[in-house]
């Protein structure tokens, strides 16, 4: 026998209202990681993050947050630099800074999240560790994954 279901597909627009809902309820959200922009540490389909409520105007650097772009994309990336008024952040996978988002459009903070199936607190040395570092390498990430490509098709 087999069961008829329905698939809803849910856009950044769709989804927003459903984690202001629950964020507002002062509830904890566990998503899966979709998309590559934080890549090493998180992969598409395969991790996934526990997002919490929290007062957008008192987060610091190396907090990973998730947003709300003006274009109505949701995405999760790191803080890089935090502005009077807004933040500047980037995924872990990219080297540009998105600069200037505003204070007010931060939905949650991540507090915890699963890697091939274990589970991590963003307060973990090894986490934090990993942050800091992967902070300071930014400026080298576009040579560094330049050399890896090569080395890749020379291996391969």
Known sequence: MTLDRKLIKLDSEKLHPI????????????????????????????????????????????????YRRATGQIVLHRIVKVNEESYDLCGDAQVDIERGLPKRQVLAVMTSFTRNGR????KQLSYVLYSVLWHLLRPARRAVRSGYRRWRRLTA
Do not use: A, F
Request: glycine share 4%; proline share 8%; net charge negative.
């Open 19 to 66: 984690l202001q809902s629950t964020l507002e309820q002062q509830l904890d959200i566990s998503l899966p990681v979709t998309g590559n922009s934080m890549q090493p540490l998180w992969m598409h389909n395969r991790d996934s993050v526990v997002l919490t409520p929290c007062d957008p105007y008192t987060l610091k650097k190396g907090d990973v947050v998730l």
């Open 119 to 122: 589970q991590y607190s963003n």
